[in-house]
């Protein structure tokens, strides 16, 4: 595991001012249980928006280059920003009156810049491990100590030492990330669906050659991009699912066939989710 260090204890000298940061990220998360289960799938949505799959085809972080990797923690400042509801302040977050610095990386490790060490501030730091499809969380206060050297580093950054993570105070360890919602969608194929005329005949043929997965509502929106009422396009009433009914293929919706799709992949799914299977009777 590439975060293995334990979360520091009640005696370290640091924990009373990241517990207070703690606590208060867990209360406008909705509580830890919330924050554990919402926090994975911004660190996705934000990952998904910079690979940006639809224009680029690319699925997967590897895919980036170094600048766009930067960009992923951009984007997830923005969300982390949003999802708590706090301002930002002289760093990128403003929670119980304490300005909190936000860092991200994909790699091994963090990099402080001098306006945070220098005053010793506090750092949200998360961590994406695409290859094994894992996330972190944690709270660190930017002690010199436990940041390396500057290594002519020309904008002043110092990365955070293997020692010097055992002083983070954990708040995710490790926890499952979702699936892309790309993952396995074939995109030079989708791409070349997206130029069908005809938003119906376009979902059917989507939804033909995507039988047995589950689909977001946002992939079925970046199909029907040019198309006002995109998802009068999946209905009946001569929409992709009467098309695709007429060759024996059900078109089933979160909204309204959850127990049934449930019962086929044996996990919950979402009113925004959509499957195609063959039907039994043909």
Request: glycine share 8%; net charge positive.
């Amino acid at each position: 595991m590439r975060f293995a260090t334990p979360s520091i204890s009640e005696r370290h000298q640091d924990y009373p001012v990241l517990n207070r940061i703690r606590s208060a990220i867990f209360s406008r998360a909705g509580g830890e249980e919330s924050l554990l289960l919402q926090f994975p799938l911004l660190l996705q949505d934000a990952i998904d928006f910079v690979l940006d799959p639809v224009h680029t085809a690319r699925s997967a972080v590897r895919d980036l280059d170094n600048v766009e990797k930067t960009f992923i923690g951009l984007k997830i400042e923005h969300f982390v920003r949003d999802f708590l509801d706090v301002p930002k302040g002289l760093r990128d977050l403003r929670i119980d009156g304490l300005d909190v610095d936000v860092k991200n990386t994909v790699g091994g490790t963090w990099m402080i810049p001098p306006e945070t060490y220098r005053n010793e501030e506090p750092c949200l730091l998360i961590a994406i491990a695409d290859d094994e499809r894992k996330c972190w969380m944690g709270l660190m206060l930017a002690r010199s100590e436990y940041l390396g050297a500057l290594e002519g580093n020309r904008d002043g950054k110092r990365s955070v030492l293997k020692k010097g993570k055992e002083n983070i105070l954990w708040i995710v360890e490790g926890i499952k990330l979702p699936a892309s919602r790309w993952v396995d969608i074939d995109m030079e194929v989708f791409r070349k669906l997206r130029n069908i005329k005809g938003g119906t005949k376009r979902a059917a043929e989507f939804f033909r050659l995507n039988r047995q997965k589950i689909i977001h509502r946002s992939i079925v929106q970046a199909l029907l991009f040019d198309q006002r009422d995109y998802m009068k396009r999946l209905r009946g009433n001569g929409g992709a699912r009467d098309l695709l009914a007429s060759e024996g293929i059900l078109l089933l919706s979160g909204a309204y066939d959850k127990t049934r799709i449930e019962q086929f992949f044996g996990r919950p799914v979402s009113r925004d989710e959509f499957i195609a299977l063959d039907s039994p009777d043909g």
